[in-house]
Every structure is written in C-alpha cells, then in structure tokens.
C-alpha cells in the first residue's frame, strides 16, 4: 500500500465552476502524476510533479493547472469545468519505477 | 511518443482456460509494465519486467524486446480475473512518463 489517497471520491460540479481535486501520500515520493480515464481511451496523462513546486504538462492538459507546494499533496485544478471534463481522475506516484494508483475521482460536470 | 497496442479489446473465456493478452509498442524501452483494474475498482501494478519472463501465482508476463512485444498470460482462469488489464510503456528511453495501452476486458464465465 503506498498510502495514496484522493479527495473527493465523488463531485458533481456545474459548467464553468472551478474545481480542484486533491492527492494526498505519505511516503515522499517524488514523482506524482494525474491522470485521466475515459472510455476508449487509455490512461492519458494531464500534468505530473517532479518535486516541490517542480511541475509539468503532459498529453492532456490544457483546461487543468496543478500545485505542488509540499511533497506530500499535489492539487489538480480545473479552472472553469467544461462538460468533456467528465471523467475519472487517478493520481499515481512513483516508487522504484514503478507506479502505484490512487483510488480515483469520479467527476461529472453537468 | 511511444505507440502502445494492446489486443484483443475484449475477451470473454470460460473458467479454467488459458489466456493470453498481446501488448505491442513502437519505441525501444528499459521496462514494460503490466496492470489491473477490477469493475468500478482502483488500477493495481501487476508486473514490471525488462527481459524474460516473471510469474506471480497463475499470471505469467512475458517480454520480446527485439520484438518490442509483452503476452499476459492466465492460467486456470477465474471468474475473479474478470478485469481490464492494461500494459504501459515508458514514453521514451529513461522517461519516468507512461503511455497506456486501451486496456483488455476480459471475463471469465463460471
């Protein structure tokens, strides 16, 4: 167990509000990711941190900001949700190469 | 970007049979790695491999790097395997990124 854990489990949020989404560890590692998982898609990765304040975009990121300001929490925010927003959202963190998953966020934007 | 294909899409196997899942990708890497993701459930690690093989319990991973090609095998299936299983791949040579695989579903009929 890698002591991951995510918050909220579950939000339902209107068009245009902001939302951030938070990934808590207790192991400081120094990698963290956040993903995204819809269907038909694989895993596609929004943004991930390489230390304290140390971030960067992946794949998927436009519409979505992170912060890093202590190693253990890493924010995931969505400034103005939009209804291809809906998804669910992993944090994963690094540890000896491999990955490990938080439990997911499952968000819906009406 | 490396290009990761996973086949078949679905799978549906009766209990006790043997099973295998393709993974192929498009960029030579160190380690490729192997997950599962029960119904409604979190993404568990199952496998993180760089050349052979490597068995845990009735699940065999094997890799080709030559071939750039990874087979999950199950053997003695389970109604408790039905799962999505997902394979990922270094984005690149020394890159701590993932890129994912569509996921393979698979269900095992008692």
């Known amino acids: 167990d890698a002591g991951i854990t995510q918050s909220p489990r579950h939000k339902v949020t209107e068009t245009g509000t902001p939302v951030t989404l938070r990934c808590h560890q207790t192991e400081n590692h120094r990698y963290m990711y956040w993903y995204r998982q819809d269907p038909g898609h694989g895993l596609r990765l929004i943004h991930y941190s390489y230390g304290v304040k140390d971030t960067d975009k992946g794949e998927v990121s436009d519409g979505y900001s992170v912060s890093r300001s202590k190693t253990e929490d890493f924010l995931l925010t969505l400034e103005s949700a939009t209804s291809s927003q809906t998804s669910v959202y992993f944090c994963a963190i690094l540890d000896r190469y491999e990955q490990y998953f938080g439990p997911g966020t499952r968000l819906t934007v009406t | 970007k490396n290009e990761v294909e996973q086949s078949p899409q679905n799978l549906t196997a009766q209990e006790g049979e043997f099973i295998t899942i393709n993974c192929s990708y498009s960029v030579g890497i160190s380690a490729l790695h192997w997950l599962q993701q029960h119904p409604g459930g979190g993404i568990v690690s199952l496998f993180m491999?760089?050349?052979g093989k490597k068995k845990h319990g009735r699940l065999i991973a094997t890799i080709n790097i030559q071939e750039k090609h990874s087979s999950l095998h199950i053997t003695a299936s389970h109604p408790r395997d039905s799962a999505v299983y997902i394979c990922?791949?270094?984005?690149?040579?020394?890159?701590?990124?993932?890129?994912f695989g569509k996921g393979t579903k698979l269900s095992v009929i008692p």
């Open positions: 491999l760089s050349s």
């Open positions: 990922a791949a270094p984005r690149g040579a020394g890159s701590y990124q993932l890129t």
